[in-house]
């Protein structure tokens, strides 16, 4: 009895067809990590790791009826976010307490990761919160809203442990006149911190996503709406470009990790001779109009054509 239901659950559901999946590719992860020898094997484990974590996105909240397009990808971006930083956090603490050598190095380069990560997190819950939230005061007179708030506060923490660690612990670290047991010590004290304000923010995160949220599921009535999966767009023309905005969490993360990365190599570039300030500028501007293109009515449009068409040929 127990295996026939299980059976149907795993197969004939979909919230039990995305745990097999989540189980299936967990377990060719953990053959994969334990198999890889190169950095072709940890990328593949990597890419691996991230699709696992697309039927996580795919419950809660984020299948709802209306905007789900955006909400499932704000919480895959989430997820994933914080996968990469907590994961991070363990692997520099394993290998930290094992190697000395290594220990400086690995703190200064899980910095980085750790920043890229807070990024994903940050852009993805503002277009979570902008999707479900219709006015800031629900931060604080809905259960949803304070769970929200709960992470918000977390996430400021988080940032503060952040900037600790690149002002003070990093230099501290690189230090000689510091013990190596004190030097572990510290650490593993902001570790500690660390992680117990993650736990926290992951808490509240699980527990959001079972929470009603303020405005409840946004009603598509009409066929046309129900064919998108999403409102329909106003019609084209000059005031609809500066009147029509969505929030692609997406496309501003990848072009704001792309940008910064530019911008750093600028300022690497001028203290070894110069860039031109034209070209920065450039550069500058094509993101700015790739935040546009994506975030307002091109954008909007773009997005209800492709699943009109997909749609249509199904």
């Known amino acids: 009895m127990l295996g026939s239901s299980l059976a149907q659950f795993f197969t004939q559901i979909a919230v039990g067809q995305g745990w097999l999946a989540t189980i299936l590719m967990t377990a060719t992860i953990s053959v994969l990590t334990f198999a890889a020898r190169g950095q072709t094997g940890v990328a593949a484990a990597l890419v691996l790791a991230l699709v696992a974590l697309v039927p996580l996105a795919l419950q809660g909240h984020a299948a709802g009826a ?29 290998a930290a307490a094992f190697d000395e050598r290594a220990f400086v190095p690995l703190v200064r380069r899980f910095s980085a990761i750790a920043f890229a990560g807070l990024c994903a997190v940050t852009i993805s819950g503002m277009a979570g919160a902008l999707v479900r939230l219709s006015h800031p005061v629900q931060l604080l007179t809905t259960d949803y809203g304070r ?3 709960l992470k918000i506060v977390a996430l400021l923490l988080l ?19 510091m013990p190596a047991l004190r ?35 946004i009603l598509l009535a009409t066929k ?18 500066v009147d029509t905005w969505v929030f692609d969490a997406a496309a501003v993360l990848v072009v704001l990790l792309g940008l910064g990365s530019y911008l750093y190599g600028v300022f690497a570039a001028q203290r070894n001779g110069g860039w031109p300030r034209s070209r920065t500028l450039a550069g500058v501007g094509a993101a700015v109009v790739i935040v546009f293109a994506f975030c307002s009515l091109p954008g909007r ?14």
């Open 66 to 94: 209306g905007n789900h397009v955006a909400a499932t990808v704000a919480l895959w971006l989430h997820v994933a976010g914080a996968a990469v930083w907590v994961g991070g956090l363990a692997a520099v603490t394993y």
């Open 147 to 149: 769970l929200l708030s």
């Open 159 to 177: 940032v503060g442990f952040g900037w600790a660690q690149r002002t003070w612990v990093i230099r501290r670290f690189g230090s000689t006149d």
């Open 183 to 217: 030097r572990r010590l510290v650490f593993g004290s902001l570790v500690l911190w660390e992680l117990l304000v993650l736990g926290v923010a992951m808490g509240a995160g699980a527990t959001l996503s079972r929470t009603e949220t303020p405005g409840g599921q």
């Open 224 to 241: 046309a709406e129900q064919l998108t999966g999403d409102r329909i767009p106003p019609a084209p023309g000059i005031a609809r470009l």
């Open 301 to 314: 449009m773009q997005r209800s054509r492709s699943r009109r068409t997909r749609h249509c040929l199904c």
